[in-house]
C-alpha cells in the first residue's frame, strides 16, 4: 500500500468507526472493494477483475461449508450477498467510468460478469444442498486451497503450468504467460484453513456470511496480516471498542509509528540491504556484516511498521487486531526469538501443525526419543513456515536453518539448566547471559536471512563465506 | 494518556506542520549542504547518476538533479574545506562522455588525468575534478558552471559538441527542476532555447511538502554512500539496444537546413548565431574571472570508422559547418579553444561519443599540455 492508499483508508476506518447503524455491511464493502483495489496489475488484464472476483468466491465458498445450517438462511444473509455482488459489479462498470484512480478500466463486459456470478452462485447452491457429506466437502476445500498455495508459491510448478496454458489458449508461445499474482493469498488462506480445522474439531462460532467474509478479508490486515483468530474478531466485530480519547491516540500512534518505520527507517536500509548484486561488488567482510543488518533491519521495520499501520487502523474501526512483533531482536534465544517474530504466524503453525504432529507422534504405539520428537517436529514446523513465504530452495533452507536452530537450543537448554556455575544465577551473571544470548541469536537469525533475501543457496553460500573472510 | 485530547492534539499537530512548512520557505534553508560525503563517507568521484530507475540499487546512485548544493557536496570538488594551497583546480564539463558512460569513476577522463600527478610550472598540484553529467545540455552546463564559482575553480575545462548546443533536451535533468535559473540564464543571454513548458517556481514548491521528493532523494543519497564507499560502484554498463526510431535529433532532417549544397552561407551563419554563439559568450561570461577552455570533444564521426545509426545524430556536413564556425568565431573572440573532435581512432570508441579507458587514457595525453600551458599564463 502507499501512503496516499493508507491515509485513504484511515479516513475511511474512521468513518466506518463512527457508524451506529449499517457497520458491518459498510465494513464489507470497504473490505470487498480494496480486495479489487489493491489487486496487482496482472499480464492478463482482466485477471486484475477475476481474481478478486476468486477472493470473494472462495471466501463464500469456504463460509457454507463450515456455518451450520441454521446460520445459512436468506434472510440474514442476502445484505451481505448483495454488498458483494454489487462491488462486483461496480468495479466492472468502471470500464464505463474509467477511473484509473479507482480501479483497472479494462474489466470484462458486463453480461460475462453476471452470467458468472449467476453460475457461482448456482454452483454453490447445488453444492450445498445436494451433496451429502460436509466433512468429504472440507477435505475438498482444505486440498483445493492447498493445491492453488502450492501453484502460487512455487515459480517452477507456475511457470510450467503457465506454458501449457498459454499453448492450450493458442496464444503466441514466444510471449508466455509467466506469473498469475493473487493479492494476499497466503494469508487469506491461512483464515479459511483455521475456519475449517475448527468446523472440524467443532469449536467455531456461528457466523453470518457478512461476519465471515468481513474476518477473512478485514482491509487493515488483508494483505499483510496480523492472522486473528474468527471468535475473537467477531466479539469485536459484534461489539466494538469504544474510539474514545485513549483509542484515538492508540490508533493515531501506530499508524504514525509504521508510516515511519515502513516509509522513512524501512525506505532508507532498502537502499544499503545486502542484495545479490551486492554480494558479488562488497569487496570486504565488514561491509558484508553491515549490508547484511541492514537487511536484518529493514525486513523488521518494513514487516513491524505495516503491523503498526494494519492495528492502527482496526483501532479506528472498533477492532483490537493481534500483536505481531514483541522487540524479537531483544530475545535472548531462538525460542523467545520465534514467539515475537510474525507472532500470528508462529501461533497458527503451533496450534494446526506442531501441537497436532506432537501428539501424533507421542501417541505411536513404539515411543519416540524426545530428542528425535522434537528434531522431527521443529525441523518440519520451521521448513513449512520457511515454504509459506514461497515454495524455493532458499525459503526452505532457510527454514531448516532455524528448526535445526531451535533443536540445539532445546538440547543445549536441557544440558546446561543443572550444569551452569554458581556465579550465573546472580543478578550480574543473569544480565551478562542475557547480553551474550541476545548477540548470539540476533546474529543467528541475521545469518539466516541470506537464505531468505538472497535468490539462490549458493549466492547465499557464497555470502556466507565472505562474511567469514573465506573469499 | 487519558488526559491527552486527541483533537486539540490534532490542531497542534497540524499548526505545528503548517508553520514548520512556512517556516521552510522563508528560510530556505541550505540542508542540501548537509552531506555526510566528504565528512564521515569519500566523496564521489562524480556526479550521482542513474540511467534507468530499476538500476539505482545497483549501481549505488541517486541523483538529486533538484539540489545543486546536494550534487556538489556529495563529490570531492564539494570538499573546499581541505583544500591545499598549492591545488590548481580545474573542474571538467560536459556530457555523458565526460561523465564516461560505462567507465568505473577512476578510469574516466579526469581520473587519467589525476593518475599523472601532475604539477604545474610553479609548482602547483594540479587537480581535476568531474562535473560532467549525462546529456548533452549546454544551458545545464553553464548552470553548473555558474554554481561551481563556489568551489574555487582555476581553471574551467568544457567540453561540447554539435549537440551541446541543440535545445533538444529542454527537459533534462536540472533544467525543469532549476526553472528560476534556466529562465534568466536564458533571458540574460538571449538564448534560441525553447523554455516554453518550464514553468517559474511556486511558494509551494519550496515547502517541505512541495520539495519531499528532493528531500527524500537527498536522504537517500547520504545512506547510499554507504554503498557507494564499500563498492565503489557507481556505474552500470548499460547493453545499447536497437536505435529507436522515435527520437530524430537529426539535423539533416531539419526543414531549414537541406544539405550542404543546398545551404547558402546566409543560413550557415543563422545556424551557428542561433544555436552555438550565444551560449558560448553565456558560459564566458558566467566564468567571470575564472579562465574556461573549451574544447571540441572527439567524435567518432571523425576517426573513420563511424558505426553510428544515420537517423539519430546529424550528418558530417552539418557536424563541418558547426565545427568550423565554432573554431572561426572562437578565435576572432579570443576563446581558449583546442579542437579534438578528431583525435581518437576508431577502437577508442565504444559509441559514438563514449570512449574506452584506453581512449580516455590517450585523451588525457592530448588535454595535458594545454591544462599545463593554461596554469602558466
Request: charged share 15%; glycine share 8%.
Amino acid at each position: 500500500m502507499t501512503v496516499v492508499q493508507i491515509a485513504v483508508l484511515a479516513l475511511v476506518a474512521v468513518v466506518i468507526g463512527r457508524l451506529s447503524r449499517g457497520r458491518e455491511l459498510a465494513l464489507l464493502a470497504v473490505s470487498a472493494y480494496v480486495v479489487f483495489w489493491l489487486q496487482p496489475v496482472q499480464q492478463v488484464v482482466s485477471l486484475g477483475f477475476w481474481m478478486p472476483v476468486a477472493t470473494l468466491s472462495l471466501t463464500i465458498l469456504a463460509w457454507l461449508l463450515t456455518a451450520p445450517p441454521g446460520m445459512r438462511s436468506w434472510k440474514s444473509n442476502w445484505p451481505a450477498i448483495a454488498v458483494l455482488t454489487g462491488v462486483a459489479l461496480l468495479m466492472d462498470a468502471n470500464r464505463y467510468f474509467k477511473l484509473d484512480q479507482i480501479f483497472v478500466t479494462s474489466t470484462p463486459r458486463i453480461h460475462f460478469v453476471l452470467l458468472a456470478l449467476v453460475g457461482i452462485a448456482a454452483a454453490f447452491f447445488i453444492l450445498t444442498r445436494f451433496m451429502k457429506s460436509g466433512r468429504l466437502l472440507l477435505v475438498g476445500l482444505f486440498a483445493i486451497i492447498i493445491l492453488i498455495f502450492v501453484f502460487l508459491k512455487s515459480p517452477e510448478i507456475m511457470k510450467t503450468t503457465l506454458g501449457y496454458l498459454t499453448a492450450a489458449l493458442g496464444r503466441d508461445p514466444g510471449q508466455p504467460l509467466v506469473s498469475i499474482s493473487w493479492l494476499g493469498y497466503s494469508y487469506l488462506a491461512f483464515r479459511i484453513l483455521h475456519t475449517i480445522r475448527d468446523r472440524q474439531s467443532g469449536r467455531l462460532p456461528s457466523v453470518t456470511l457478512g461476519e465471515y467474509v468481513n474476518y477473512v478479508i478485514f482491509f487493515p490486515s488483508f494483505t499483510a496480516g496480523p492472522i486473528d483468530r474468527i471468535e475473537r474478531f467477531i466479539m469485536e466485530l459484534r461489539s466494538p471498542l469504544a474510539l474514545d480519547n485513549e483509542g484515538w491516540v492508540d490508533a493515531g500512534t501506530r499508524l504514525f509509528v509504521g508510516l515511519f518505520k515502513k516509509f522513512v527507517i524501512a525506505e532508507m536500509l532498502s537502499v544499503i540491504s545486502l542484495s545479490d548484486i551486492m554480494v558479488s561488488q562488497v569487496k570486504t567482510t565488514g561491509w558484508m556484516w553491515v549490508f547484511l543488518y541492514a537487511y536484518a533491519f529493514r525486513i523488521y521495520f518494513d514487516f513491524s511498521g505495516y503491523t503498526d499501520i494494519a492495528i492502527g487502523l482496526g483501532r479506528l474501526i472498533g477492532i483490537r487486531l493481534p500483536e505481531n512483533f514483541s522487540a524479537p531482536y531483544l530475545k535472548p534465544n531462538l525460542t523467545q526469538f520465534w514467539n515475537s517474530w510474525h507472532m500470528t504466524l508462529t501461533q497458527w503453525f503451533r496450534s494446526y501443525f506442531f501441537n497436532p504432529v506432537t501428539r501424533l507422534i507421542r501417541s505411536a504405539k513404539r515411543p519416540w526419543p524426545v530428542w528425535l520428537t522434537i528434531l522431527v517436529t521443529q525441523v518440519s514446523t520451521m521448513v513449512l513456515i520457511g515454504m509459506w513465504h514461497g515454495i524455493t530452495w532458499g525459503f526452505a533452507l532457510w527454514g531448516l536453518w532455524h528448526g535445526l536452530g531451535l533443536f540445539i537450543q532445546n538440547r543445549w537448554s536441557d544440558f546446561a539448566r543443572s550444569r551452569m556455575p554458581a556465579w550465573t544465577q546472580t543478578r550480574s551473571g543473569q544480565i551478562l547471559l542475557n547480553v551474550i544470548g541476545v548477540f548470539l541469536t540476533f546474529n543467528f537469525v541475521t545469518l539466516g536471512w541470506l537464505f531468505f533475501n538472497l535468490s539462490t543457496p549458493e549466492i547465499a553460500w557464497q555470502a556466507m563465506r565472505k562474511l567469514f573472510g573465506l573469499l | 494518556m487519558q488526559n491527552v485530547d486527541p483533537l486539540r492534539l490534532g490542531i497542534k499537530a497540524i499548526l505545528i506542520f503548517v508553520l514548520a512548512n512556512l517556516a521552510f520557505a522563508y528560510f530556505d534553508p541550505p540542508v542540501g549542504k548537509l552531506s555526510l560525503y566528504n565528512l564521515l563517507l569519500p566523496g564521489r568521484l562524480r556526479f550521482p547518476y542513474v540511467r534507468r530507475d530499476e538500476d539505482f540499487l545497483r549501481v549505488h546512485s541517486i541523483s538529486v538533479f533538484e539540489n545543486f548544493d546536494a550534487m556538489f557536496s556529495s563529490i570531492e570538488v564539494g570538499n573546499i574545506a581541505k583544500i591545499q594551497n598549492n591545488e590548481y583546480r580545474v573542474l571538467f564539463l560536459g556530457d555523458s562522455s565526460m561523465w564516461g558512460f560505462d567507465l568505473a569513476a577512476q578510469d574516466t577522463l579526469v581520473g587519467q588525468i589525476n593518475r599523472l600527478n601532475l604539477q604545474t610550472c610553479n609548482g602547483r598540484v594540479l587537480r581535476a575534478y568531474n562535473l560532467g553529467y549525462p546529456l548533452p545540455v549546454g544551458v545545464r552546463d553553464v548552470l553548473l558552471l555558474d554554481k561551481a564559482r563556489e568551489y574555487h575553480p582555476n581553471l574551467f575545462v568544457w567540453f561540447v559538441t554539435m549537440d551541446t548546443f541543440i535545445d533538444k533536451n529542454v527537459n533534462a535533468d536540472f533544467l525543469t527542476t532549476h526553472p528560476d535559473e534556466t529562465i534568466k540564464l536564458v533571458g540574460t543571454y538571449g538564448l534560441k532555447f525553447d523554455i516554453s513548458n518550464i514553468q517559474p517556481s511556486s511558494p509551494w514548491n519550496k515547502t517541505i511538502v512541495g520539495r519531499r521528493l528532493e528531500l527524500k532523494k537527498m536522504i537517500l543519497l547520504q545512506v547510499d554512500g554507504l554503498g557507494w564507499s564499500a563498492t565503489g560502484v557507481d556505474y552500470y554498463v548499460w547493453r545499447k539496444g536497437p536505435a529507436s526510431q522515435g527520437i530524430s535529433l537529426s539535423v539533416a532532417a531539419s526543414p531549414n537546413v537541406a544539405g550542404e549544397a543546398a545551404m547558402s552561407d546566409k543560413n550557415k551563419i543563422k545556424l551557428l548565431n542561433s544555436f552555438v554563439f550565444p551560449l558560448l559568450h553565456a558560459a564566458q561570461s558566467e566564468a567571470g574571472k575564472t579562465p574556461l577552455l573549451i574544447v571540441n570533444e572527439p567524435d567518432q564521426m571523425l576517426s573513420g570508422s563511424d558505426a553510428r545509426d544515420p537517423g539519430q545524430v546529424y550528418a558530417l556536413w552539418a557536424y563541418n559547418i558547426y565545427r568550423n564556425g565554432l573554431a572561426e568565431w572562437l578565435k576572432s573572440g579570443n576563446y581558449d579553444y583546442v579542437d579534438l573532435g578528431g583525435s581518437l581512432t576508431g577502437g577508442d570508441f565504444v559509441s559514438e561519443f563514449h570512449r574506452t579507458a584506453a581512449g580516455e587514457q590517450k585523451l588525457a595525453q592530448k588535454i595535458v599540455p594545454e591544462l599545463l600551458h593554461q596554469a602558466c599564463k
